[in-house]
Protein backbone atom coordinates (compact mmCIF):
# COMPACT_ATOMS: atom_id res chain seq x y z
CA UNK A 1 0.00 0.00 0.00
CA UNK A 2 1.14 3.43 -0.39
CA UNK A 3 1.80 5.23 2.14
CA UNK A 4 -1.01 8.09 2.07
CA UNK A 5 -3.78 5.19 1.66
CA UNK A 6 -5.08 4.54 5.37
CA UNK A 7 -8.68 4.35 4.24
CA UNK A 8 -9.27 4.48 0.74
CA UNK A 9 -7.58 0.13 0.30
CA UNK A 10 -10.32 -0.50 2.99
CA UNK A 11 -13.33 1.42 1.31
CA UNK A 12 -12.31 -0.41 -1.88
CA UNK A 13 -12.15 -3.67 -0.08
CA UNK A 14 -15.52 -3.64 2.18
CA UNK A 15 -17.53 -1.22 -0.37
CA UNK A 16 -20.08 -3.91 -0.65
CA UNK A 17 -20.44 -4.38 3.45
CA UNK A 18 -20.62 -0.48 3.60
CA UNK A 19 -23.44 0.15 0.93
CA UNK A 20 -25.44 -2.93 3.65
CA UNK A 21 -24.74 -0.73 6.32
CA UNK A 22 -25.37 2.42 4.91
CA UNK A 23 -29.15 0.46 3.25
CA UNK A 24 -29.30 -0.93 6.94
CA UNK A 25 -28.71 3.10 8.44
CA UNK A 26 -31.56 4.60 6.41
CA UNK A 27 -33.73 1.49 6.87
CA UNK A 28 -33.30 1.96 10.39
CA UNK A 29 -34.09 5.88 10.20
CA UNK A 30 -37.32 5.22 7.94
CA UNK A 31 -38.73 2.71 10.27
CA UNK A 32 -38.29 5.14 13.28
CA UNK A 33 -40.21 7.72 11.35
CA UNK A 34 -42.89 5.31 10.32
CA UNK A 35 -43.26 4.28 13.82
CA UNK A 36 -43.53 8.01 15.08
CA UNK A 37 -46.08 8.68 11.54
CA UNK A 38 -48.40 5.78 12.96
CA UNK A 39 -48.38 6.56 16.12
CA UNK A 40 -49.34 10.36 15.51
CA UNK A 41 -52.08 8.99 13.03
CA UNK A 42 -52.91 6.09 15.65
CA UNK A 43 -53.64 8.88 18.31
CA UNK A 44 -55.45 11.15 16.21
CA UNK A 45 -57.70 8.42 15.27
CA UNK A 46 -58.40 7.09 18.58
CA UNK A 47 -58.85 10.52 19.84
CA UNK A 48 -61.84 10.65 17.31
CA UNK A 49 -63.80 7.92 19.21
CA UNK A 50 -64.08 5.78 16.32
CA UNK A 51 -66.96 3.24 16.35
CA UNK A 52 -65.19 -0.13 15.96
CA UNK A 53 -62.04 -1.49 17.33
CA UNK A 54 -61.15 -2.51 13.59
CA UNK A 55 -60.85 1.26 12.69
CA UNK A 56 -57.90 1.40 14.09
CA UNK A 57 -56.13 -2.17 13.80
CA UNK A 58 -54.06 -1.73 11.30
CA UNK A 59 -52.25 1.46 12.93
CA UNK A 60 -52.14 -0.41 15.73
CA UNK A 61 -50.37 -3.50 13.92
CA UNK A 62 -48.44 -1.10 12.12
CA UNK A 63 -46.91 0.99 15.08
CA UNK A 64 -46.08 -2.84 16.68
CA UNK A 65 -44.50 -3.85 13.42
CA UNK A 66 -41.98 -0.43 12.87
CA UNK A 67 -41.29 -0.87 16.79
CA UNK A 68 -39.81 -4.09 16.73
CA UNK A 69 -38.69 -3.68 13.02
CA UNK A 70 -36.79 -0.41 14.07
CA UNK A 71 -34.94 -2.39 17.02
CA UNK A 72 -34.28 -4.93 14.95
CA UNK A 73 -33.03 -3.49 11.75
CA UNK A 74 -30.73 -1.28 14.24
CA UNK A 75 -29.21 -4.70 16.22
CA UNK A 76 -28.56 -5.86 12.46
CA UNK A 77 -27.06 -2.23 11.29
CA UNK A 78 -24.72 -2.46 14.65
CA UNK A 79 -23.72 -5.80 14.02
CA UNK A 80 -22.58 -5.53 10.33
CA UNK A 81 -20.83 -2.11 10.67
CA UNK A 82 -18.71 -2.94 14.02
CA UNK A 83 -18.14 -6.02 12.29
CA UNK A 84 -16.66 -4.54 9.52
CA UNK A 85 -14.81 -1.80 11.20
CA UNK A 86 -13.57 -4.35 13.73
CA UNK A 87 -12.34 -6.53 10.30
CA UNK A 88 -10.26 -3.13 9.40
CA UNK A 89 -8.95 -2.26 12.40
CA UNK A 90 -7.57 -5.90 12.31
CA UNK A 91 -5.97 -5.40 9.11
CA UNK A 92 -4.72 -1.56 10.31
CA UNK A 93 -3.13 -3.09 13.37
CA UNK A 94 -1.13 -6.01 10.82
CA UNK A 95 -0.32 -3.31 8.64
CA UNK A 96 1.09 -0.60 11.39
CA UNK A 97 2.63 -4.04 12.68
CA UNK A 98 4.67 -4.88 9.54
CA UNK A 99 5.73 -1.42 9.38
CA UNK A 100 7.50 -1.26 12.95
CA UNK A 101 8.54 -4.83 13.16
CA UNK A 102 11.43 -4.35 10.90
CA UNK A 103 12.57 -1.28 12.81
CA UNK A 104 12.58 -3.26 15.81
CA UNK A 105 16.56 -3.71 15.69
CA UNK A 106 16.57 0.75 15.70
CA UNK A 107 12.94 1.63 16.94
CA UNK A 108 14.19 3.26 20.56
CA UNK A 109 16.27 5.85 18.40
CA UNK A 110 13.79 6.79 16.17
CA UNK A 111 10.74 6.91 17.56
CA UNK A 112 10.12 8.08 20.99
CA UNK A 113 7.95 5.39 23.02
CA UNK A 114 5.01 7.31 24.27
CA UNK A 115 4.72 8.20 20.16
CA UNK A 116 4.86 4.60 19.08
CA UNK A 117 2.00 3.66 21.88
CA UNK A 118 0.11 6.73 21.09
CA UNK A 119 -0.07 5.18 17.50
CA UNK A 120 -0.73 1.58 18.48
CA UNK A 121 -3.01 2.92 21.39
CA UNK A 122 -5.28 6.41 19.89
CA UNK A 123 -4.29 6.73 16.08
CA UNK A 124 -5.67 3.61 14.93
CA UNK A 125 -9.02 3.74 17.73
CA UNK A 126 -9.19 7.47 15.63
CA UNK A 127 -9.63 5.61 12.31
CA UNK A 128 -11.92 2.72 13.47
CA UNK A 129 -13.71 6.15 14.28
CA UNK A 130 -13.42 7.76 10.36
CA UNK A 131 -16.15 4.38 9.38
CA UNK A 132 -18.63 4.35 12.94
CA UNK A 133 -18.98 8.47 13.72
CA UNK A 134 -18.05 10.04 10.38
CA UNK A 135 -18.51 8.27 7.41
CA UNK A 136 -21.86 5.85 8.04
CA UNK A 137 -23.42 8.65 10.06
CA UNK A 138 -23.24 11.23 7.47
CA UNK A 139 -24.27 9.33 4.30
CA UNK A 140 -27.26 8.01 5.92
CA UNK A 141 -27.94 12.12 6.97
CA UNK A 142 -27.34 13.02 3.66
CA UNK A 143 -29.58 10.15 1.96
CA UNK A 144 -32.39 10.53 4.26
CA UNK A 145 -32.29 14.69 3.46
CA UNK A 146 -32.68 13.95 -0.15
CA UNK A 147 -35.64 11.53 0.84
CA UNK A 148 -37.46 13.17 3.45
CA UNK A 149 -37.19 16.60 1.13
CA UNK A 150 -38.33 14.50 -1.67
CA UNK A 151 -41.69 13.31 0.29
CA UNK A 152 -42.29 16.27 1.66
CA UNK A 153 -41.98 18.08 -2.24
CA UNK A 154 -44.99 15.37 -3.28
CA UNK A 155 -47.53 17.40 -0.76
CA UNK A 156 -45.95 21.03 -0.76
CA UNK A 157 -43.21 21.67 -2.92
CA UNK A 158 -42.87 25.21 -1.32
CA UNK A 159 -42.22 24.10 1.69
CA UNK A 160 -40.31 21.15 1.21
CA UNK A 161 -37.98 24.01 -0.41
CA UNK A 162 -38.26 26.05 2.84
CA UNK A 163 -37.34 23.39 5.00
CA UNK A 164 -34.35 22.33 2.92
CA UNK A 165 -33.17 25.33 4.62
CA UNK A 166 -33.84 24.82 8.18
CA UNK A 167 -32.36 21.48 7.90
CA UNK A 168 -29.51 22.85 5.83
CA UNK A 169 -28.10 24.31 8.47
CA UNK A 170 -27.82 21.05 10.36
CA UNK A 171 -26.25 19.02 7.93
CA UNK A 172 -23.74 21.86 5.89
CA UNK A 173 -23.61 24.75 7.47
CA UNK A 174 -23.47 24.63 11.39
CA UNK A 175 -20.80 21.61 11.07
CA UNK A 176 -18.78 23.93 8.51
CA UNK A 177 -18.89 26.55 11.42
CA UNK A 178 -18.40 24.17 13.85
CA UNK A 179 -15.50 22.87 12.10
CA UNK A 180 -13.74 26.41 11.92
CA UNK A 181 -14.21 26.93 15.60
CA UNK A 182 -12.55 23.42 17.10
CA UNK A 183 -10.22 23.18 14.52
CA UNK A 184 -6.89 24.65 15.75
CA UNK A 185 -7.93 23.26 19.11
CA UNK A 186 -8.69 19.95 17.97
CA UNK A 187 -5.22 19.37 17.03
CA UNK A 188 -4.16 21.11 19.96
CA UNK A 189 -6.05 19.02 22.28
CA UNK A 190 -4.81 15.82 20.75
CA UNK A 191 -1.33 17.17 20.42
CA UNK A 192 -1.48 18.08 24.08
CA UNK A 193 -2.81 14.45 24.76
CA UNK A 194 -0.50 12.83 22.63
CA UNK A 195 2.32 14.90 24.57
CA UNK A 196 1.46 14.07 28.23
CA UNK A 197 1.58 10.15 26.96
CA UNK A 198 5.36 10.62 26.26
CA UNK A 199 5.99 12.50 29.14
CA UNK A 200 4.36 10.19 31.52
CA UNK A 201 5.86 7.49 29.45
CA UNK A 202 9.32 8.47 29.88
CA UNK A 203 8.51 9.62 33.63
CA UNK A 204 7.78 6.24 34.29
CA UNK A 205 10.60 4.70 32.54
CA UNK A 206 13.16 7.17 34.27
CA UNK A 207 11.08 6.80 37.79
CA UNK A 208 13.98 6.10 39.94
CA UNK A 209 16.22 8.93 38.56
CA UNK A 210 13.75 11.34 39.40
CA UNK A 211 13.41 9.71 42.77
CA UNK A 212 17.08 9.72 43.30
CA UNK A 213 17.22 13.24 42.35
CA UNK A 214 15.00 14.03 44.82
CA UNK A 215 13.13 16.22 41.97
CA UNK A 216 9.66 14.07 42.12
CA UNK A 217 7.84 17.28 42.76
CA UNK A 218 9.07 19.37 39.75
CA UNK A 219 8.15 16.58 37.68
CA UNK A 220 4.57 16.14 39.21
CA UNK A 221 4.25 20.01 39.17
CA UNK A 222 5.38 20.45 35.74
CA UNK A 223 3.03 17.31 34.58
CA UNK A 224 -0.04 19.02 36.63
CA UNK A 225 0.82 22.27 34.58
CA UNK A 226 0.79 20.59 31.05
CA UNK A 227 -2.40 18.50 32.31
CA UNK A 228 -4.54 21.81 33.44
CA UNK A 229 -3.70 23.64 30.40
CA UNK A 230 -5.04 20.77 28.17
CA UNK A 231 -7.83 20.62 30.24
CA UNK A 232 -8.77 23.84 30.05
CA UNK A 233 -8.90 23.33 26.09
CA UNK A 234 -10.97 20.14 26.48
CA UNK A 235 -13.30 22.21 28.50
CA UNK A 236 -13.12 24.55 25.74
CA UNK A 237 -14.07 22.14 23.07
CA UNK A 238 -16.81 20.81 25.47
CA UNK A 239 -18.32 24.35 25.91
CA UNK A 240 -18.51 24.80 22.21
CA UNK A 241 -19.93 21.24 21.69
CA UNK A 242 -23.13 22.23 24.55
CA UNK A 243 -23.64 25.69 21.95
CA UNK A 244 -23.60 23.60 19.09
CA UNK A 245 -26.31 21.04 20.72
CA UNK A 246 -28.26 24.09 21.59
CA UNK A 247 -27.94 25.51 18.24
CA UNK A 248 -29.36 22.63 16.72
CA UNK A 249 -32.65 22.11 19.47
CA UNK A 250 -33.32 25.24 18.47
CA UNK A 251 -32.83 24.77 15.04
CA UNK A 252 -35.40 21.77 15.64
CA UNK A 253 -37.69 23.27 17.69
CA UNK A 254 -38.19 26.17 15.10
CA UNK A 255 -38.70 23.45 12.15
CA UNK A 256 -41.46 21.27 14.15
CA UNK A 257 -43.05 24.69 14.75
CA UNK A 258 -42.91 25.12 11.16
CA UNK A 259 -44.48 21.68 10.84
CA UNK A 260 -47.09 22.45 13.08
CA UNK A 261 -48.24 25.48 11.25
CA UNK A 262 -48.10 23.63 7.87
CA UNK A 263 -49.77 20.85 8.64
CA UNK A 264 -52.56 23.08 10.29
CA UNK A 265 -52.99 25.14 7.21
CA UNK A 266 -53.18 21.69 4.79
CA UNK A 267 -56.04 20.77 6.91
CA UNK A 268 -57.79 23.52 7.15
CA UNK A 269 -57.26 23.95 3.14
CA UNK A 270 -58.95 20.45 3.00
CA UNK A 271 -55.41 19.12 1.97
CA UNK A 272 -54.85 16.43 4.50
CA UNK A 273 -56.78 15.07 7.28
CA UNK A 274 -57.21 16.16 10.99
CA UNK A 275 -55.29 12.73 11.85
CA UNK A 276 -52.34 13.24 9.64
CA UNK A 277 -51.41 16.50 11.51
CA UNK A 278 -49.54 14.87 14.90
CA UNK A 279 -48.24 12.67 12.11
CA UNK A 280 -46.54 14.77 10.42
CA UNK A 281 -45.42 16.47 13.26
CA UNK A 282 -44.26 13.61 14.95
CA UNK A 283 -41.90 12.23 12.14
CA UNK A 284 -39.93 15.46 12.57
CA UNK A 285 -38.57 13.90 15.55
CA UNK A 286 -36.48 10.55 14.50
CA UNK A 287 -35.63 12.56 11.03
CA UNK A 288 -33.69 15.27 13.25
CA UNK A 289 -32.19 12.88 15.13
CA UNK A 290 -30.25 11.29 11.57
CA UNK A 291 -29.14 15.26 10.93
CA UNK A 292 -27.86 16.52 14.45
CA UNK A 293 -24.53 14.05 14.50
CA UNK A 294 -23.31 15.06 11.47
CA UNK A 295 -21.38 18.67 13.07
CA UNK A 296 -19.86 15.89 15.67
CA UNK A 297 -18.74 13.82 13.02
CA UNK A 298 -17.58 16.77 10.41
CA UNK A 299 -15.80 17.84 14.28
CA UNK A 300 -14.02 15.29 14.24
CA UNK A 301 -12.05 15.59 11.17
CA UNK A 302 -9.21 17.62 12.33
CA UNK A 303 -8.30 14.49 14.84
CA UNK A 304 -8.37 12.11 12.12
CA UNK A 305 -5.82 14.55 10.13
CA UNK A 306 -3.45 14.43 12.54
CA UNK A 307 -3.60 10.10 13.54
CA UNK A 308 -3.64 9.94 9.64
CA UNK A 309 -0.18 12.36 9.43
CA UNK A 310 1.58 10.25 12.12
CA UNK A 311 1.12 7.01 10.66
CA UNK A 312 2.14 8.51 7.12
CA UNK A 313 5.22 9.99 9.12
CA UNK A 314 5.81 6.44 10.30
CA UNK A 315 5.56 4.71 7.07
CA UNK A 316 7.75 7.48 5.30
CA UNK A 317 10.38 6.53 8.25
CA UNK A 318 9.96 3.19 7.62
CA UNK A 319 10.68 3.92 3.68
CA UNK A 320 13.53 6.03 4.32
CA UNK A 321 15.15 3.40 6.00
CA UNK A 322 15.09 1.09 3.50
CA UNK A 323 12.15 -0.92 4.06
CA UNK A 324 10.88 -0.99 0.25
CA UNK A 325 8.84 -2.83 -0.97
CA UNK A 326 10.82 -3.83 -4.28
CA UNK A 327 13.76 -5.51 -2.19
CA UNK A 328 14.40 -8.93 -3.13
CA UNK A 329 14.43 -10.81 0.25
CA UNK A 330 16.50 -13.93 0.76
CA UNK A 331 14.15 -17.18 1.44
CA UNK A 332 14.24 -18.26 5.25
CA UNK A 333 15.62 -21.98 3.62
CA UNK A 334 18.42 -20.02 1.97
CA UNK A 335 20.27 -18.46 5.10
CA UNK A 336 19.40 -21.77 6.89
CA UNK A 337 21.66 -22.88 4.73
CA UNK A 338 24.28 -20.39 4.68
CA UNK A 339 23.99 -20.20 8.33
CA UNK A 340 25.13 -23.73 8.68
CA UNK A 341 28.21 -23.52 7.12
CA UNK A 342 31.18 -21.13 7.47
CA UNK A 343 30.25 -17.57 6.96
CA UNK A 344 32.22 -14.80 5.43
CA UNK A 345 31.09 -11.35 6.84
CA UNK A 346 32.71 -8.14 4.24
CA UNK A 347 31.56 -4.59 4.63
CA UNK A 348 33.14 -2.94 1.28
CA UNK A 349 33.10 0.93 0.79
CA UNK A 350 29.64 1.44 2.79
CA UNK A 351 28.44 5.23 3.88
CA UNK A 352 25.42 5.83 5.05
CA UNK A 353 23.10 9.02 6.40
CA UNK A 354 19.33 8.46 7.40
CA UNK A 355 18.07 11.33 4.38
CA UNK A 356 19.29 13.79 2.37
CA UNK A 357 19.59 16.61 5.07
CA UNK A 358 21.42 14.58 7.51
CA UNK A 359 25.28 14.08 8.42
CA UNK A 360 27.19 11.08 7.39
CA UNK A 361 26.79 9.01 10.03
CA UNK A 362 29.01 6.42 8.37
CA UNK A 363 31.72 7.29 5.06
CA UNK A 364 33.91 4.65 3.21
CA UNK A 365 34.15 2.31 6.18
CA UNK A 366 35.28 -1.12 4.89
CA UNK A 367 35.69 -4.54 6.81
CA UNK A 368 36.70 -8.24 6.29
CA UNK A 369 35.57 -10.70 9.05
CA UNK A 370 36.11 -14.58 8.08
CA UNK A 371 34.47 -17.28 9.65
CA UNK A 372 36.21 -16.96 13.67
CA UNK A 373 37.36 -13.59 13.26
CA UNK A 374 36.98 -11.23 16.15
CA UNK A 375 37.21 -7.61 15.67
CA UNK A 376 36.60 -5.04 18.57
CA UNK A 377 35.26 -1.55 17.01
CA UNK A 378 36.32 1.30 19.52
CA UNK A 379 35.11 4.50 19.42
CA UNK A 380 32.71 7.60 21.75
CA UNK A 381 29.63 7.99 21.28
CA UNK A 382 28.59 9.29 18.10
CA UNK A 383 31.19 7.95 16.16
CA UNK A 384 28.74 5.59 14.03
CA UNK A 385 29.52 2.40 15.93
CA UNK A 386 25.66 1.44 16.53
CA UNK A 387 24.83 2.39 12.64
CA UNK A 388 27.29 -0.25 11.23
CA UNK A 389 26.28 -2.63 14.06
CA UNK A 390 22.69 -2.13 12.07
CA UNK A 391 23.94 -2.22 8.69
CA UNK A 392 25.45 -5.77 9.17
CA UNK A 393 22.15 -6.81 11.38
CA UNK A 394 20.57 -6.00 7.83
CA UNK A 395 17.94 -3.58 9.63
CA UNK A 396 19.49 -0.30 7.10
CA UNK A 397 20.29 -0.33 3.41
CA UNK A 398 23.85 1.10 2.89
CA UNK A 399 23.34 4.90 0.73
CA UNK A 400 26.02 3.23 -0.91
CA UNK A 401 28.71 0.07 -0.62
CA UNK A 402 27.77 -3.40 0.27
CA UNK A 403 27.30 -5.60 3.31
CA UNK A 404 27.37 -9.26 2.68
CA UNK A 405 27.30 -12.35 4.37
CA UNK A 406 28.43 -15.32 2.47
CA UNK A 407 27.99 -13.21 -1.20
CA UNK A 408 23.87 -12.64 0.29
CA UNK A 409 23.04 -8.90 0.94
CA UNK A 410 22.56 -8.42 4.72
CA UNK A 411 19.41 -6.08 4.32
CA UNK A 412 18.18 -8.57 1.91
CA UNK A 413 17.89 -11.22 4.60
CA UNK A 414 15.46 -8.45 6.74
CA UNK A 415 13.91 -10.80 9.41
CA UNK A 416 15.71 -13.96 8.92
CA UNK A 417 19.12 -11.89 10.00
CA UNK A 418 18.75 -14.43 13.64
CA UNK A 419 18.99 -17.52 12.27
CA UNK A 420 22.50 -16.57 10.86
CA UNK A 421 23.43 -13.57 13.63
CA UNK A 422 23.06 -13.30 17.23
CA UNK A 423 23.10 -10.00 19.72
CA UNK A 424 24.00 -9.80 22.78
CA UNK A 425 23.82 -6.04 23.84
CA UNK A 426 23.95 -4.11 27.19
CA UNK A 427 20.41 -4.49 28.06
CA UNK A 428 19.12 -7.79 27.28
CA UNK A 429 15.01 -8.21 27.94
CA UNK A 430 14.33 -10.71 30.46
CA UNK A 431 10.71 -11.72 30.85
CA UNK A 432 8.53 -12.50 33.75
CA UNK A 433 8.62 -15.89 33.64
CA UNK A 434 11.12 -19.50 34.00
CA UNK A 435 14.98 -19.38 33.79
CA UNK A 436 14.53 -21.91 31.55
CA UNK A 437 12.05 -19.96 29.94
CA UNK A 438 14.40 -17.00 29.34
CA UNK A 439 17.12 -18.93 27.87
CA UNK A 440 14.61 -21.17 25.89
CA UNK A 441 13.82 -18.20 23.76
CA UNK A 442 17.39 -18.55 22.16
CA UNK A 443 16.25 -22.10 20.50
CA UNK A 444 12.22 -22.46 21.32
CA UNK A 445 13.00 -26.45 20.54
CA UNK A 446 15.58 -26.30 22.73
CA UNK A 447 15.12 -29.55 25.23
CA UNK A 448 15.95 -29.39 28.96
CA UNK A 449 18.94 -30.84 28.84
CA UNK A 450 20.26 -28.56 26.23
CA UNK A 451 19.46 -25.99 28.33
CA UNK A 452 20.85 -26.69 31.67
CA UNK A 453 24.49 -27.38 29.07
CA UNK A 454 24.49 -23.53 28.05
CA UNK A 455 23.35 -22.71 31.58
CA UNK A 456 26.61 -24.81 32.22
CA UNK A 457 28.80 -22.89 29.62
CA UNK A 458 27.82 -19.71 30.96
CA UNK A 459 28.49 -20.52 34.66
CA UNK A 460 25.25 -20.17 36.07
CA UNK A 461 24.32 -23.67 36.45
CA UNK A 462 25.15 -24.09 40.03
CA UNK A 463 23.22 -21.12 41.42
CA UNK A 464 20.34 -22.20 39.62
CA UNK A 465 20.23 -25.65 40.51
CA UNK A 466 20.46 -24.47 44.06
CA UNK A 467 17.59 -22.48 43.91
CA UNK A 468 14.50 -24.33 45.22
CA UNK A 469 12.69 -24.10 42.07
CA UNK A 470 16.07 -24.88 40.32
CA UNK A 471 15.15 -23.71 36.29
CA UNK A 472 11.56 -23.31 37.06
CA UNK A 473 12.20 -20.37 39.39
CA UNK A 474 10.34 -17.15 38.07
CA UNK A 475 12.72 -14.41 36.81
CA UNK A 476 10.19 -12.06 38.01
CA UNK A 477 9.70 -8.75 35.90
CA UNK A 478 13.04 -7.27 33.99
CA UNK A 479 14.81 -10.23 35.22
CA UNK A 480 15.22 -8.54 38.76
CA UNK A 481 15.73 -11.51 40.40
CA UNK A 482 19.35 -11.81 39.75
CA UNK A 483 22.25 -9.05 39.24
CA UNK A 484 23.58 -7.60 36.21
CA UNK A 485 26.11 -9.69 35.52
CA UNK A 486 23.45 -13.11 35.95
CA UNK A 487 21.29 -11.49 34.30
CA UNK A 488 23.46 -10.91 30.66
CA UNK A 489 25.03 -14.86 31.33
CA UNK A 490 20.95 -16.14 31.09
CA UNK A 491 21.19 -13.23 27.52
CA UNK A 492 24.23 -15.46 27.07
CA UNK A 493 23.28 -18.63 27.36
CA UNK A 494 20.41 -17.66 24.79
CA UNK A 495 23.05 -17.00 21.91
CA UNK A 496 24.64 -19.99 22.94
CA UNK A 497 21.28 -21.73 22.12
CA UNK A 498 21.29 -20.35 18.85
CA UNK A 499 24.64 -21.51 17.75
CA UNK A 500 24.79 -19.03 15.13
CA UNK A 501 28.00 -18.19 13.15
CA UNK A 502 28.56 -14.46 13.99
CA UNK A 503 27.65 -12.98 17.06
CA UNK A 504 27.32 -9.07 18.04
CA UNK A 505 28.67 -8.08 21.30
CA UNK A 506 27.10 -4.76 21.90
CA UNK A 507 28.57 -3.61 25.06
CA UNK A 508 27.21 -6.24 27.10
CA UNK A 509 29.38 -5.61 30.00
CA UNK A 510 28.74 -1.60 30.58
CA UNK A 511 27.25 -0.91 34.03
CA UNK A 512 29.02 -4.01 35.28
CA UNK A 513 31.77 -3.92 38.40
CA UNK A 514 35.32 -4.46 36.90
CA UNK A 515 35.40 -7.92 38.58
CA UNK A 516 32.01 -8.80 37.13
CA UNK A 517 32.89 -7.26 33.49
CA UNK A 518 36.39 -9.73 34.03
CA UNK A 519 34.45 -12.68 34.72
CA UNK A 520 31.87 -12.18 31.85
CA UNK A 521 34.36 -10.83 28.83
CA UNK A 522 36.45 -14.33 29.91
CA UNK A 523 33.13 -16.52 29.69
CA UNK A 524 32.26 -14.35 26.43
CA UNK A 525 35.38 -15.14 24.69
CA UNK A 526 35.56 -19.02 26.19
CA UNK A 527 31.96 -19.78 24.92
CA UNK A 528 32.45 -17.99 21.79
CA UNK A 529 35.64 -20.30 20.09
CA UNK A 530 35.01 -20.57 16.61
CA UNK A 531 32.96 -17.86 15.66
CA UNK A 532 32.42 -13.99 14.34
CA UNK A 533 32.78 -11.92 16.54
CA UNK A 534 32.26 -8.42 16.35
CA UNK A 535 32.72 -6.48 19.67
CA UNK A 536 31.43 -2.82 20.47
CA UNK A 537 33.23 -1.20 23.01
CA UNK A 538 34.01 2.64 24.73
CA UNK A 539 37.11 1.07 26.13
CA UNK A 540 40.07 -1.44 25.82
CA UNK A 541 39.67 -4.03 28.11
CA UNK A 542 40.11 -7.24 26.25
CA UNK A 543 41.36 -5.88 23.10
CA UNK A 544 44.38 -7.70 23.49
CA UNK A 545 42.16 -10.81 22.51
CA UNK A 546 40.91 -9.40 19.49
CA UNK A 547 42.29 -10.14 15.81
CA UNK A 548 41.83 -6.76 14.64
CA UNK A 549 40.70 -3.60 16.83
CA UNK A 550 39.23 -0.73 14.83
CA UNK A 551 39.04 2.63 16.20
CA UNK A 552 36.22 4.74 14.55
CA UNK A 553 35.16 8.84 14.85
CA UNK A 554 32.94 10.66 12.52
CA UNK A 555 31.69 7.45 10.59
CA UNK A 556 35.38 6.44 9.17
CA UNK A 557 37.75 4.55 10.64
CA UNK A 558 41.11 5.99 12.50
CA UNK A 559 43.25 3.10 13.25
CA UNK A 560 42.85 -0.75 12.90
CA UNK A 561 45.26 -3.45 13.60
CA UNK A 562 45.84 -6.16 16.22
CA UNK A 563 46.80 -5.00 19.48
CA UNK A 564 50.23 -6.00 19.08
CA UNK A 565 50.43 -3.47 15.90
CA UNK A 566 49.09 -0.71 17.72
CA UNK A 567 50.76 -0.62 20.45
CA UNK A 568 53.89 -0.72 18.43
CA UNK A 569 52.76 1.90 15.51
CA UNK A 570 50.40 4.07 17.61
CA UNK A 571 51.20 6.34 20.54
CA UNK A 572 47.38 7.40 20.65
CA UNK A 573 46.40 3.94 20.89
CA UNK A 574 48.94 3.66 23.89
CA UNK A 575 47.63 6.20 25.41
CA UNK A 576 43.91 4.95 25.07
CA UNK A 577 45.33 1.73 25.92
CA UNK A 578 47.32 2.87 29.42
CA UNK A 579 43.80 4.49 30.52
CA UNK A 580 42.40 1.14 30.50
CA UNK A 581 45.12 -1.04 31.72
CA UNK A 582 44.55 -1.11 36.08
CA UNK A 583 45.17 -4.72 37.37
CA UNK A 584 41.45 -4.75 37.87
CA UNK A 585 40.09 -4.13 34.42
CA UNK A 586 42.50 -6.69 32.98
CA UNK A 587 41.15 -10.32 32.07
CA UNK A 588 43.13 -12.71 33.81
Not at 196 to 219: E, N
Not at 437 to 448: F, H, M, S, T, V
Not at 452 to 468: C, F, M, N, W, Y
Request: net charge neutral; charged share 20%; aromatic share 8%.
Amino acid sequence: MREESWLRPYVRTYRGRFLIIIALGCLTLLTASMLMFTSGFLISKAALRPENILMVYVPIVLVRTFGIGRAAVHYVERLVSHDAVLRIVSLMRTRLYRILEPQALFISSRFRTGDVLGVLSDDIQYLQDVYLRTVFPSVVALVMYIASIAALGWFDIKFAVFMALYIFILVAVLPWVSLLITKAKSRLSKQQRSGLYSKLTDAVLGMSDWVISGRQSHFLAAYEADEREAARVNSQLKSWARWRQLIGQVVIGLSVISMVVWAAREYAGGHIPATLIAAFVLVMFPIMDAFMPVSEAIEKIPSYQSSLQRLRDIGRTAGADGTEENVSRVSAEEVRRMAASDVHLTVQNVSFRYDGASPWSLQDVSLDLPQGKRIAIIGRSGAGKSTLLKLIEGALAPSSGTVRLNGMDAFAIGDQMPQAVSVLNQSPHLFDTTVANNIRLGDRDAEDEDIRRAAGQVKLDQLIESLPLGYKTPMHETGQRFSGGERQRIALARVLLQNNPVVILDEPTVGLDPRTENDLLATILDTMMGKSLVWVTHHLVGAEHMDEIIFMENGRIEMRGSHAELMATSERYRNLYRLDRPEAFMVK
